[in-house]
T-cell receptor, first 109, second 114 residues
Framework: GQNIDQPTEMTATEGAIVQINCTYQTSGFNGLFWYQQHAGEAPTFLSYNVLDGLEEKGRFSSFLSRSKGYSYLLLKELQMKDSASYLCAVRDSNYQLIWGAGTKLIIKP | DAMVIQNPRYQVTQFGKPVTLSCSQTLNHNVMYWYQQKSSQAPKLLFHYYDKDFNNEADTPDNFQSRRPNTSFCFLDIRSPGLGDAAMYLC?????????????FGPGTRLTVL
């Protein structure tokens, strides 16, 4: 079966750095996405990785290792507004998005 | 601004009473998706349209139907809602089904079944 694993919940301090990991086992691979979802709202796109390596976008970076079936999302200079769930999703060989259940990130002052 | 719009944002229905949720988009995207998301769970794809071609997920109950009368609009019909159908329903669009094209989500409709 296809599976995306992420930690259920993480806590970090305002101004700090946090890394949210995602491991996947899917039928084929056609890209990995990270989305941010605030409580009661729709997911919003953060990043896309299809090749190995690090993609940086402001305070957010995303890393991919296809051989390891592994990605992480790195958030720097954390702000209170970063409190949200972060969902990892992998596009499989049928171009279907397989979603993780999300990691709830709690930011403390 | 180009966007994905869902109406209503909150819908309350009674057990067994049909309900229709609507989604419209101004992005002119080819693909439209309907997801069901329950609290602290991953979004679950119900079906998607690639233009007029309808693609139903194998495990989507027959109770859920969809219509896409034109490029801009897509509807989700729940014929006989049960208590287990209470969830957030998310509409999303993408230009293509593959490549780097991301899915753009509407704000969602939260369905309550009494």
């Amino acid at each position: 079966g296809q599976n995306i694993d992420q930690p259920t919940e993480m806590t970090a301090t305002e101004g700090a750095i946090v890394q949210i990991n995602c491991t996947y086992q899917t039928s084929g691979f056609n890209g990995l996405f990270w989305y941010q979802q605030h409580a009661g709202e729709a997911p919003t796109f953060l990043s896309y990785n299809v090749l190995d390596g690090l993609e940086e976008k402001g305070r957010f970076s995303s890393f991919l290792s296809r051989s390891k079936g592994y990605s992480y999302l790195l958030l720097k200079e954390l702000q209170m507004k970063d409190s949200a769930s972060y969902l990892c999703a992998v596009r499989d060989s049928n171009y279907q998005l397989i979603w993780g259940a999300g990691t709830k990130l709690i930011i403390k002052p | 601004d180009a966007m994905v719009i869902q109406n209503p944002r909150y819908q309350v229905t009674q057990f067994g009473k049909p309900v229709t949720l609507s989604c419209s988009q101004t992005l002119n995207h080819n693909v439209m998706y309907w997801y069901q998301q329950k609290s602290s769970q991953a979004p679950k794809l119900l079906f998607h349209y690639y233009d007029k071609d309808f693609n139903n997920e194998a495990d989507t109950p027959d109770n859920f139907q969809s219509r896409r009368p034109n490029t801009s609009f897509c509807f989700l019909d729940i014929r006989s809602p049960g208590l287990g159908d209470a969830a957030m329903y998310l509409c999303a669009t993408s230009r293509l089904a593959g490549g780097p094209d991301t899915q753009y989500f509407g704000p969602g409709t939260r369905l309550t079944v009494l």
